[in-house]
């Protein structure tokens, strides 16, 4: 009874999203950008801002700033004489535990507030306490409990992920169609299979787009960390070459702070189209 009522649901859904989906292809405009050309117009002003990036930064003082070719040198250097890996693998080895523990946590309880109605009552003026104050100003709170290490560190990253994963999350759960749970109440499918067959499905793009904002605040919270406690990693690759004016050193972290954000962001994308392919037609 149960497998025909879970059936009933998923075929209802189905046909539901089918809809909505159709109605979403038929409201994009005639100049939507296919995704060749979309790539070619990213790659064309990729270069573009290299180049006014290159004739602009051989016109500055080097100690003022620099231009890409300069960085392109000091990145081998840095890679030959092995401080650019040690730093790299540090620093994200530590944003990455304190990531996954923030958006991990996000999930769970972004998806029980969205559901239960109580829990969302109880954590409403802490999370909007909380989300209201800059994380930056926490830090030191952070580094008198956890000290100045790799935990520290942790915590700060955690901080920095968990509130746009979680109010996502939240808010997924809460754009559920209505008229889709009261057809799945209406043929008394189980909270599993609600779960499994609409809350889920729905709540996914959602879900994604926290962690994409998580990505980068996780970035800007393992370098702010790696500024306020022990000054390790690629922050203190960034601190120790702008003391002795080496410009060009100095940038090679923050270029390559930029790239882990686009390549994380670019899989993520990659992992949110084999999970929930009909946004391919959507977006």
Not at 41 to 57: D, F, K, P, R
Not at 221 to 245: D, K, M, P, Q, Y
Request: aromatic letters at 8%; charged letters at 15%.
């Amino acid at each position: 009874m149960h497998a025909r009522i879970g059936t009933d649901t998923a075929t209802v859904v189905a046909v539901r999203s089918g809809r909505s989906s159709k109605r979403r292809r038929h409201s994009t405009t005639p100049h939507s950008l296919s995704s060749n050309r979309r790539n070619l117009i990213a790659t064309i002003s990729t270069i573009v801002l290299l180049i006014v990036w290159e004739l602009y930064g051989r016109s500055v003082n080097p100690v003022l700033f620099t231009y890409p070719t300069a960085i392109a040198r000091a990145f081998v250097d840095m890679i030959q004489d092995g401080t650019l890996l040690a730093a790299t693998g540090h620093t994200l080895l530590v944003m990455i535990i304190g990531a996954l523990i923030g958006s991990i946590a996000g999930i769970i309880l972004g998806l029980w507030a969205g559901r239960s109605e109580t829990f969302d009552a109880m954590i409403e003026i802490p999370l909007n306490a909380l989300y209201a104050v800059p994380a930056v100003a926490l830090i030191p709170v952070i580094v008198i409990w956890f000290g100045y290490g790799d935990v520290a560190k942790v915590v700060v990253v955690f901080f920095f992920t968990i509130f746009p994963v979680l109010i996502n999350t939240m808010r997924g759960v809460k754009e559920v169609d209505p008229d889709l749970l009261e057809v799945s109440r209406s043929f008394c499918s189980s909270e599993r299979r609600l779960w499994g067959d609409l809350l889920l499905p729905s709540a996914l793009p959602y879900i994604v787009t926290g962690l994409r904002l998580a990505i980068g605040r996780a970035l800007i919270g393992i370098i702010v960390a790696e500024f306020f406690t022990a000054v390790t990693g690629l922050g203190n690759l960034i601190v120790t070459n702008a003391n002795s004016f080496l410009t060009a050193r100095m940038f090679v972290p923050i270029v390559l702070l930029s790239l882990i954000g686009v390549v994380l962001t670019s899989l993520l994308g990659v992992v949110e189209g084999k999970m929930a392919p009909w946004r391919r037609t959507t977006t």
